[in-house]
């Protein structure tokens, strides 16, 4: 929930470098894609790092 508000903030107010770690973690398939979508949105206007670890 913390990460849709931040995701959703005005674009004026986000923060230069934005790093997500894990964002997809403990969300079903269709989530995954509704926050793929908010995070391609907010990278288009903030330089966006992502850290997903892989599975093994």
Not at 17 to 22: A, P
Not at 24 to 36: C, M, N, R, V, W
Request: aromatic residues 6%; without cysteine; charged residues 25%.
């Amino acid at each position: 929930m913390a990460l849709t508000a931040l995701l959703m903030q005005n674009p004026k107010d986000l923060p230069a470098v934005l790093f997500l770690e894990e964002p997809d973690y403990g969300l079903g398939p269709e989530t995954i894609l509704l926050l793929a979508e908010m995070i391609r949105d907010v990278a288009a206007r903030s330089e966006t790092i992502i850290q997903f670890r892989r599975k093994q």
